[in-house]
Each structure stands twice: as C-alpha cells, then as structure tokens.
C-alpha cells in the first residue's frame, strides 16, 4: 500500500523525471560520479548539432527551424537562461513572419479557460493573483511563477495562442495511484475526453522510463513502479494529443502566414524523439517536419556530459546555456 509521504515523493519523482534525462528532484542518496576536466573549446551560448558535434550558427538555427511544423524545446525547470532561449527562438520566428503557437507543459487543461482569459486581459499585472489561482499553478506546477513569466507575457502581447499541455494533475495522481487499467473506468477519464484515446506502451520508451525511474528513486515494487511508468505515459499522451490538435487545426486553417508550434517542456520529454514526438507523429495522418532542441546548462570542467548527450543523440540539438540560479542540476547515477 502506498503511505501518503511515499506517494507524493514519487508524483514528484515522475514529474520532475521531464526536467532532464535524469531529474533533479529524484536524485535521493545517490553518490555522484566524479567527471574528469576536460575541454572542448564549447561555451553558453552555443548551438550544438547531435548528428555532426558542430556547432551551428544561431541564425542558422533558426533559419532551419523556421521551416518545421513543430519545434521541441526541452529544458532544465526553473533555469531562466532556458525561458531566455526560448523567447530567442519565438521572437526569431515572428521576426521571419511566422506566427507562432505555444505550448507549455507548465499549464493544465483544467486552467485552459483561466489562460485564455488571463491573455485576453488588458490588466494582467493587477489580475495576476487571480489568475495564478484560477489556473490552479500551485497545484499544477508549484515555484516562482516568475521564471515562466516572460513566456505568457510574449503570448499576451503577440496575441499567440498558448496551449496548458498536461492532463490535469489529479487524472495523472489517480494513474500512479491505481494503474491505467482503473483510471480508464474512472469518471475523469471521460471528463477529460480520453475514453477514445490509444495510450501506446512502446517497449523502448518503457525501456528508458523505467530505468530512470529505478536509478532516481529505487526500492519500489514492480506494481509501483508500471504504475509510475503508466502515468508517465499518461502525461506524454495527454501533451501529444494537445499538440497534434494544434497541428492538425494549424493545417485546417492555413492561410498567407506560415504557422509554426513551439512546445515547451521539460528535457526529458523530447529525449531521444519517444516521450512526446513520437506520440505526436503517431497521431498526425502526414508527413510532419519536426526538429527538436535540448537546452543544457554547461560547465567546461564537466564537457563529458555534453559529450555523451552528443554521442547518445538526446535531440536534434544541443543548446549550451549558463546555469540557472539554483546551480548545477542534480544528475542520479
């Protein structure tokens, strides 16, 4: 049975597993592995291509970018250097004439009504309390909304979109807690019009999940831990099912301005094309152009890292920042 202190650590752990490959929150008595200096002649700033180790011009980033459906951005949580990349890469594309749609993880379905009323709003900063309530962000996310708010600042005055991506915490809660197959017969599950959905179990993303589950928070059964991963899994369907909704409408609607949907979310969410855009290109009935980016705050003296996010191909690119204010993420082993 799960205790109440026992359960939340882990609704914690599966959250913050999107921070990263490996997320800080669930490294929990692990020793770390010492990394050797080393020197690659990298900095913060930079643009790094996986399939070829160069590094690639900003502009040419965003010159190739500009021409996808779809752009994955992945970062650290709460590092504002990320949310700074971000809004490079948003203002890059409105600057070439794009217009574009923004999805962030950091939103809920259930505060969806309460985003659009908020962005809609000519009275933001004095509404903001309201706001932060209604659209549930304690319950949701939790931290300094602050970090996140240059992002819905942009939408606002852009006049963007701007999707709330995750299922609702309480329908992923109820996930972890019970498993899938009870989930499904649950009310929410119809409230939030996923009866109809396939949720695919693709054996390398369970692969990949699990592991990650085990090496940062160990000692579970393996009930707990298919009920980790079935949430999980829940959490990434629900983000892809909001994201090719958005795609697919972009294509309904298209018109003399070339459209282009940015998802923001946590690093682990695009690693290796499984969590979120394989589920994606599942769902899209076309080809679809994606490109996806993994923001990484960037030590020289731990260059290693870096190397093995190349080596391992973690996305498309790799895009070196300074650290956020927290310092250096935690990695489990």
């Known amino acids: 049975m799960?205790?109440?202190?026992?359960?939340?650590?882990?609704?914690?752990?599966?959250?913050?597993?999107?921070?990263?490959?490996l997320g800080p929150a669930c490294a929990q008595d692990r020793q770390q592995t010492a990394s050797q200096p080393t020197d690659s002649g990298w900095a913060a700033g930079q643009i790094l291509e996986t399939s070829t180790g160069r590094v690639v011009a900003l502009d040419e980033w965003l010159h190739q970018a500009s021409t996808q459906d779809i752009i994955y951005v992945g970062e650290e949580h709460h590092n504002r250097h990320h949310i700074a990349a971000a809004l490079t890469i948003l203002n890059g594309l409105a600057a070439s004439g794009l217009r574009p749609t923004l999805g962030m993880e950091m939103f809920a379905w259930d505060g969806q009504p309460a985003?659009?009323?908020?962005?809609?709003?000519?009275?933001?900063?004095?509404?903001?309390?309201?706001?932060?309530?209604?659209?549930r962000w304690k319950q949701s996310w939790g931290g300094p909304f602050e970090d996140y708010e240059p992002l819905v600042a942009f939408a606002g005055d852009r006049h963007v979109p701007l999707l709330a991506m995750n299922p609702p915490k309480s329908l992923i809660r109820g996930v972890a807690k019970?498993?899938?197959?009870?989930?499904?017969?649950g009310t929410e599950w119809t409230t939030w019009g996923l009866q109809g959905e396939e949720i695919v179990d693709d054996p390398a993303y369970r692969t990949r999940i699990i592991d990650q589950l085990k090496r940062c928070h160990g000692g579970g059964t393996d009930d707990e831990y298919r009920m980790m991963y079935e949430a999980s899994m829940v959490r990434d369907e629900g983000m892809a099912k909001t994201l090719a909704a958005?795609?697919?409408?972009?294509?309904?609607?298209?018109?003399?301005?070339?459209?282009i949907v940015l998802s923001y979310t946590g690093g682990g969410h695009i690693q290796y094309?499984?969590?979120?855009?394989?589920?994606?290109?599942?769902?899209?009935p076309d080809q679809l152009r994606a490109t996806t980016v993994y923001l990484a705050s960037y030590d020289p003296a731990h260059a290693d890292e870096i190397h093995d996010l190349?080596?391992?191909?973690?996305?498309?690119?790799?895009?070196?920042?300074p650290f956020g204010q927290h310092g250096p993420p935690k990695r489990c082993r």
Not at 124 to 132: E, M
Request: charge should be positive; proline fraction near 2%; aromatic fraction near 8%.
């Open 178 to 185: 019970e498993g899938l197959a009870r989930a499904r017969a």
């Open 310 to 321: 190349l080596r391992d191909r973690i996305a498309d690119y790799v895009w070196l920042t």
């Open 273 to 284: 094309n499984l969590p979120v855009p394989a589920r994606v290109a599942r769902r899209m």
């Open 115 to 135: 985003l659009n009323d908020y962005l809609a709003s000519e009275t933001r900063a004095q509404t903001r309390d309201t706001f932060l309530e209604q659209v």
């Open 2 to 21: 799960w205790s109440r202190n026992r359960f939340l650590q882990w609704i914690a752990c599966i959250i913050l597993l999107g921070a990263s490959m």
């Open 246 to 259: 958005a795609l697919q409408n972009m294509r309904r609607h298209a018109g003399a301005t070339k459209q």
